[in-house]
């Protein structure tokens, strides 16, 4: 039997008590061991599902501790770097939360902590778990819907009544871009395996965060078109058109909370085949991905690599916004 991997996680917010924690709990060879908060009030939450759980009063303190084998970063955005930096210092695994970091650059020292220590880095990027993306991956590069010449996406919803979110908050690295731009961003760059050569944008801001961004853009061979807001009644979907066929996915970001994951292929004589993938937790299966790398060393679906892609492009919406 495999001794599970012990977790602890930085911080009681609520993505972390509601879905990665539990997922971390349930995976399979993991356990949900230490949590870091200066309230131990929020700690009972988390208790209600990992009842041997220990609670450490600072972050410094659950990375020194040799029985925490890993650690999750659900930090506001403008902690990510260096909390996942002293992760990494302290010996420590780390899968941080999106955006992992806020500029492309931030990169540099990441990989370079990373390569220091050894030890497996990743930004909890959970969609490329999901078997939703991996079958549209899989499609799209079959051939089956042809030459892809064209690329949709749309991720939005509203919190304009939460003005205290840290999604709201420029201090705190918010925006839409960032909290929900890197799905449709970084979506069609696993599918399609291409990068943008060029970007057009048009954003619109409040209190110094993006609320609403269109994007153009070209990538080698075909163009791309998305819209991401905070603003927004909820919508999420996106559309791969080929030569030969047209693939669409819902609930392509939130499975299991916005809807059912389907993909959707339509191909000559508007034949539309529709496949259903319901009842997955894509957290749960990205816990047992990092795992599978730490025990076994296969290869993470998502390396640092791959997050520096996405920052890359939105850095690139943001420069084209600007001019």
């Known amino acids: 039997m495999k001794t599970p991997i012990r977790w602890g996680i930085l911080g009681a917010g609520k993505f972390a008590r509601e879905h990665m924690?539990?997922?971390?709990?349930?995976?399979?060879?993991?356990?949900l061991a230490g949590l870091a908060t200066s309230d131990p009030a929020k700690a009972e939450p988390f208790r209600a599902f990992a009842p041997g759980l220990r609670v450490f009063g600072d972050y410094d303190a659950l990375l020194a501790d040799p029985e925490i084998d890993a650690v999750y970063i659900p930090?506001?955005?403008?902690?990510?770097?260096?909390?996942?930096?002293?992760a990494l210092a302290a010996g420590k695994p780390v899968l941080c939360e999106k955006p992992i970091a806020l500029q492309e650059e931030e990169f540099d020292d990441l990989i370079a902590a990373r390569e220091k220590?050894?030890?497996?880095?990743a930004e909890a990027y959970m969609?490329?778990?999901?078997?939703?993306?991996?079958?549209?991956?899989?499609?799209?590069?079959?051939?089956?819907?042809?030459?892809?010449?064209?690329?949709?996406?749309?991720?939005?919803?509203?919190?304009?009544?939460d003005?205290?979110?840290?999604?709201?908050?420029?201090?705190?690295?918010?925006?839409?871009?960032?909290?929900?731009?890197?799905?449709?961003?970084?979506?069609?760059?696993?599918?399609?395996?291409?990068?943008?050569?060029?970007?057009?944008?048009h954003v619109q801001w409040e209190?110094?965060?993006?609320?609403?961004?269109?994007?153009?853009?070209?990538?080698?061979?075909?163009?791309?078109n998305a819209m991401v807001?905070?603003?927004?009644?909820?919508?999420?979907?996106?559309?791969?058109?080929?030569?030969?066929?047209?693939?669409?996915?819902?609930?392509?970001?939130?499975?299991g909370v916005f809807g059912q994951a389907e993909v959707h292929v339509e191909t000559d004589g508007k034949v539309v085949r529709t496949e259903r993938i319901p009842g997955v937790n894509q957290y749960k299966l990205q816990v047992e991905a990092f795992g599978r790398s730490l025990r076994e060393g296969d290869e993470y679906p998502c390396p640092l690599e791959?997050?520096?892609?996405t920052q890359r492009m939105i850095d690139m919406v943001f420069a084209a916004a600007a001019e």
Do not use: C
Request: hydrophobic share 40%; glycine share 12%.
């Open 21 to 31: 924690g539990p997922a971390i709990h349930q995976a399979e060879h993991a356990v």
């Open 229 to 255: 807001s905070m603003r927004m009644f909820p919508r999420q979907e996106m559309v791969f058109h080929g030569t030969q066929g047209v693939m669409r996915l819902t609930a392509p970001f939130n499975a």
């Open 127 to 161: 969609i490329v778990h999901h078997p939703q993306w991996q079958r549209a991956r899989e499609i799209a590069q079959s051939g089956e819907i042809g030459r892809i010449l064209h690329v949709d996406g749309a991720f939005s919803f509203d919190n304009s009544h």
């Open 75 to 86: 930090l506001p955005n403008h902690m990510h770097v260096e909390w996942t930096k002293k």
């Open 117 to 121: 220590a050894g030890l497996l880095a």
């Open 306 to 309: 791959f997050s520096r892609g």
């Open 163 to 201: 003005t205290e979110n840290i999604r709201n908050r420029s201090d705190t690295g918010g925006g839409g871009l960032r909290d929900i731009g890197v799905y449709t961003f970084g979506s069609a760059r696993f599918v399609t395996g291409a990068e943008p050569d060029n970007v057009d944008a």
């Open 207 to 224: 209190n110094g965060v993006d609320v609403y961004a269109h994007v153009s853009a070209r990538f080698p061979g075909f163009g791309y």
